[in-house]
C-alpha cells in the first residue's frame, strides 16, 4: 500500500513564509482576510478542513491553547504579526479597549460631548449598561415629540 505525501503541520508552512521585521514582528504574508488577518489552511488526509488565523495557530504552538472565552491581542497592533510574544490572551472587552485600538466602542468611550456640543458630565449623562447619552438631547427630543404629537 503507498501513502500520499504526509502533511505538513499548519506552523511549519506559516513558518516558512514568516518574514521578521525591525520591530520584532513575525510578519506572515499568507491569505489575508478584508480586516487584515492572516490565514492558514489546516489540512487533514489532504483535504483542507478549515482556514485558521495564523496568529492562533503560532500563539497555541508556543504557548499553548487560548483558554476558553478569551481572544488575543496584537500587542504590536500589526494584524498579520505571528510573533507569539507580540500577542496576548484577553476578554473581548479587553481587547476592544485597549491601547491603541482603532474601534468604534473604544472610540466612543473616549467622546468628551456628545455629536450637539453638550459634555459629558456627571449631570449631564444618562448610561444603562454599556451605553450612555446626552441628558440635554434626550430633554431637546422629548419637546420636540410631544410638539409634533399635539398637531
Not at 503541520?9 to 514582528?25: E, K, T, Y
Not at 488577518?37 to 478549515?50: D, E, H, N, Q
Not at 503560532?58 to 504590536?76: M, N, Q, V, Y
Not at 482603532?102 to 473616549?110: F, V
Request: charged content about 30%; some cysteine; overall charge positive.
Amino acid at each position: 500500500m503507498t501513502m500520499g505525501p504526509v502533511p505538513i503541520p499548519a506552523i511549519d508552512r506559516l513558518m516558512r513564509r514568516v518574514v521578521v521585521d525591525s520591530s520584532g514582528c513575525w510578519l506572515a504574508p499568507t491569505a489575508k482576510g478584508d480586516r487584515g488577518y492572516s490565514f492558514i489552511s489546516t489540512r487533514v488526509g489532504g483535504r483542507k478542513v478549515r482556514r485558521e488565523c495564523s496568529h492562533r495557530v503560532a500563539f497555541e504552538w508556543a504557548r499553548g491553547r487560548i483558554p476558553s472565552g478569551l481572544c488575543l491581542d496584537h500587542l504590536c497592533r500589526q494584524r498579520n504579526c505571528v510573533n507569539p510574544w507580540h500577542l496576548r490572551a484577553v476578554t473581548t472587552r479587553e481587547n476592544v479597549l485597549a491601547k491603541g485600538s482603532e474601534s468604534i466602542p473604544k472610540q466612543n468611550i473616549e467622546k468628551t460631548h456628545c455629536k450637539w456640543g453638550h459634555e459629558f458630565t456627571h449631570e449631564n449623562t444618562i448610561a444603562w449598561g454599556e451605553h450612555r447619552s446626552c441628558r440635554e438631547c434626550s430633554r431637546r427630543r422629548s419637546r420636540e415629540w410631544k410638539r409634533r404629537a399635539a398637531r
